[in-house]
C-alpha cells in the first residue's frame, strides 16, 4: 500500500506543457493537416482517426520532439 509513501499533489498525470491548445480549439480538417506535416498517418487499422486520437497523437509527437 503505497498511500502512506507517496503524496500526489499535482490534479493531473500529465506532467508536461503541452503547445497545443485544447482539443476544442481545432477542427478535423486543421488536425489532418497538422498530423500530414508529423508524418502521423490518417488512417489507422483501415479506419480514418478520431479527432481525440489524432489530437493525441499530435500532441505526443511535439513533446516527444521537444524532449530530444
Not at 28 to 51: H, Q, R, V, W, Y
Amino acid at each position: 500500500d503505497l498511500k502512506g509513501v507517496l503524496n500526489l499533489d499535482i490534479d493531473t498525470i500529465m506532467i508536461y506543457q503541452s503547445s497545443l491548445k485544447s482539443i476544442g480549439n481545432y477542427k478535423m480538417d486543421e488536425l489532418k493537416k497538422m498530423a500530414t506535416e508529423f508524418d502521423i498517418p490518417l488512417k489507422g487499422n483501415g479506419k480514418s482517426e478520431l479527432k481525440k486520437e489524432l489530437y493525441e497523437e499530435i500532441n505526443l509527437k511535439i513533446v516527444l520532439n521537444n524532449t530530444i
